[in-house]
């Protein structure tokens, strides 16, 4: 078992900036791709970022590309979100995802079988 706790959340105005991070514990944390999604009222859980095991690879949605970073420090089991140039379409509940089993992270939440709980992201316009 993986157990994932989120942290960073809050209110920003548009155009600030904000920070995420995800502690990790269960499992060792180089062995797990990592990712962050969010979900807005009334709307599906979508993609945000992801990042391989070493933090080599990382990928993004179209929407948050060049204004949100995925990143992660294998020694204190974390990994981060910076998000800069916040929009008000940006207000979510933001999760970080884990799976041990996955080659290359994935863009689908149905590839990662561990989530946190999730914190919420509200930009103000």
């Known amino acids: 078992q993986v157990q994932l706790v989120e942290s960073g959340g809050g209110l920003v105005q548009a155009g600030g900036s904000l920070g995420l991070s995800c502690a990790a514990s269960?499992?060792?944390?180089?062995?797990?791709?990592m990712a962050w999604f969010r979900q807005a009222p009334g709307k599906e859980r979508e993609f945000v970022a992801a990042i391989s095991r070493r933090g080599s690879s990382t990928y993004y949605a179209d929407s948050v590309k060049g204004r949100i970073t995925i990143s992660r420090d294998n020694a204190k089991n974390t990994v981060y979100l910076q998000m800069n140039s916040l929009k008000p379409e940006d207000t979510a509940v933001y999760y970080c995802?884990?799976?041990?089993?996955?080659?290359?992270?994935?863009?689908?939440?149905?590839?990662?079988?561990?989530w946190g709980q999730g914190t919420q992201v509200t930009v103000s316009s």
């Open positions: 995802a884990a799976d041990p089993d996955l080659a290359a992270p994935s863009r689908s939440d149905r590839s990662y079988d561990f």
């Open positions: 269960g499992r060792t944390f180089s062995d797990l791709a």
